[in-house]
């Protein structure tokens, strides 16, 4: 059975950080790339960072580069996200998805609600 479970979402005050995790199992890991997405209230699910497979290329929204860093520990087949300087705009449910690096399937995450108090 494929699983992701995205924890580490919180209430956090603008300037603070949070770790995002996003474990995996029951698929064949190495072979995907890892996305994390946002989705605040009344907006598209936006793309926020990704890592490739293999070589670990990564990627970021520009309004998150400097702040936030994406990482992947295969051993563990987990995938992290961690946000720096965090402010109220950072506020969203977060999603991690799973791509395979030579074909269209892909999972997600059920989310982890992150929130950014003023």
């Known amino acids: 059975e494929v699983q992701l479970v995205e924890s580490g979402g919180a209430l956090v005050q603008a300037g603070g950080s949070l770790r995002l995790s996003c474990a995996t199992s029951?698929?064949?890991?190495?072979?995907?790339?890892v996305g994390w997405f946002r989705q605040a209230p009344g907006k598209e699910r936006e793309g926020v960072a990704c890592?490739?497979?293999?070589?670990?290329?990564?990627d970021y929204k520009d309004s998150v580069k400097g702040r936030f860093i994406i990482s992947r520990d295969n051993a563990k087949k987990t995938v992290y996200l961690q946000m720096n300087s965090l402010n109220p705009e950072d506020t969203a449910v977060y999603y991690c998805?799973?791509?395979?690096?030579?074909?269209?399937?892909?999972?997600w995450g059920q989310g982890t609600q992150v929130t950014v108090s003023s």
């Open positions: 890592i490739s497979s293999g070589h670990g290329v990564t």
């Open positions: 998805k799973m791509t395979h690096a030579y074909s269209n399937v892909a999972y």
């Open positions: 029951g698929f064949s890991y190495d072979d995907y790339a």
